[in-house]
């Protein structure tokens, strides 16, 4: 029996019946992944009880001598796997470190450029509802009406009319590869500094099946959970010259002291992905959407953009004649976990949206390939095309569970299974 089921059993059953579900539904939400048993190990250990503010061989507090050295290992890591010049690796998310980001680059009411949230962006990227929005002029750009992608031509002119102080690129529901050098020109001749948010896409990053963002940009923020299938929490790259402002706007400018049970599954994570199989789990993560987005298309589904160069999906679902949230309810019944999605230029509001996001980092990272991808949107389209149908539902839930079942996941192990 383990400490928790003992100590606390109410506690113990709502994190087994989550261990049951990740094994038994198909996770393809975009932004989530399995991290492997490794990181969640670090992430439950000893490092949780330490207070660490401060930076390796300049902490606040005593006793930090292994402290630093996990630190240290981490920072080293994330320069080693992305070609940075520094890494700072305290925020304890993508939201911290944007905010951090801005912190270091410009003062408050300064104008930034971003892709606004519901074209694709982020809430940090300027929405009126998050501290981007209220403390900085966001001014937003959007993707070309009739491609769905992004416009450079128009994004250019965008800065030369409005001279932002900071430009960012890299978004949350973006299915198409991002030209970073493109948007260091344009900062380059509006004088802005670039910040690129690589949260999405960090893993390909990583791996070398998307262009690096570290040679273009001033700085880089990211997630380390995402397609880089680390624990929980955020991270800035940045050249030399920046190491200091970003230090300094991260602690003590915005946080206080650092997850140092997330910095540990971060270095793991980054020694996970500085790994040869890491690229061939990268390369398998682009090549399952490619597969999955030609099988929906091929089912009727009309996907944003007209399909994939990355680990998502966006599908408009006014091509199958229902909402977003309506798709992500009726999946969720089948055992089909994405998320509903504003589409560029949407009609509806972002609480219901016309799209449907789907990933495939997740199911990646179970060992499935293109064959599987096939069947996952046979059940989808099924699902989607009979929403309010109990049985075809029903029946999907019950063949899902059983598919799941067959690929493990990285982490989850002796899980008590519910009968299908
Ligand atoms: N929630 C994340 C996503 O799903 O993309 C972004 O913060």
Redesign the pocket.
């Known amino acids: 029996m383990s400490a928790l089921s003992q100590r606390d059993p109410e506690i113990a059953r709502i994190v087994e019946a989550e261990r049951v579900r990740q094994v038994e539904t198909l996770e393809m939400?975009?932004?989530?992944n399995y991290a492997s048993a490794a990181v969640l190990e670090v992430t439950g250990s000893v490092f949780t009880n330490k207070y660490a503010e401060g930076y390796p061989g300049k902490r606040y507090y005593a006793g930090n001598q292994h402290s630093d050295d996990l630190e240290t290992v981490a920072i080293e890591r994330a320069k080693e796997l992305f070609g940075a010049d520094h890494a700072n690796v305290q925020p304890t998310s993508?939201?911290e470190a944007n905010m951090a980001a801005y912190f270091a680059t410009v003062e408050p009411g300064a104008t930034i450029m971003g892709l606004s949230l519901d074209q694709g962006g982020?809430?940090t990227h300027g929405s009126p509802v998050n501290f981007s929005g209220r403390l900085y002029n966001f001014v937003p750009y959007t993707v070309d009406r009739e491609s769905e992608m992004l416009d450079m031509a128009a994004v250019r002119q965008l800065a030369i009319d409005s001279k932002p102080k900071l430009i960012v690129a890299g978004y949350?529901?973006y299915p198409r590869k991002i030209d970073f050098a493109a948007f260091a020109e344009v900062a380059k001749e509006v004088g802005a500094l670039l910040m690129v948010d690589m949260?999405?896409i960090a893993g390909l990053v990583a791996a070398g099946e998307h262009m690096s963002p570290v040679p273009h940009a001033n700085l880089v923020t990211s997630?380390t959970h995402?397609t880089l299938r680390g624990p929980r929490g955020g991270m800035i790259l940045c050249r030399a010259e920046l190491a200091d402002a970003v230090d300094k706007a991260v602690f003590p400018g915005t946080q206080g002291g650092p997850h140092l049970h997330s910095i540990g599954g971060k270095a793991v994570a980054f020694g996970e992905a500085l790994q040869p199989d890491f690229k061939r789990y990268a390369r398998q993560i682009v090549e399952n959407a490619a597969a999955l987005a030609e099988a929906l298309q091929a089912g009727g589904f009309r996907l944003v953009s007209g399909g994939t160069d990355n680990h998502l999906i966006l599908a408009d679902c006014n091509s199958v004649g229902i909402s977003g949230l309506k798709a992500q309810n009726a999946l969720q019944g089948a055992g089909i976990i994405t998320?509903k999605n504003t589409i560029p230029y949407d009609t509806r509001s972002p609480f219901v949206g016309s799209g449907l996001?789907i990933g495939t980092p997740a199911l990646t990272s179970r060992g499935m390939g293109p064959e599987e991808m096939r069947r996952v949107a046979g059940w989808i389209l099924r699902v989607v095309k009979d929403p309010d149908g109990d049985g075809v539902r029903e029946g999907v839930r019950q063949e899902v569970a059983e598919f799941a079942r067959e690929f493990p996941v990285p982490g989850i192990t002796d899980v008590q299974l519910a009968a299908v």
Do not use: F, Q
Request: glycine share 6%.
């Open positions: 939400i975009a932004s989530e993508g939201a982020h809430l949350t529901a949260s999405h997630t995402k998320n996001r």
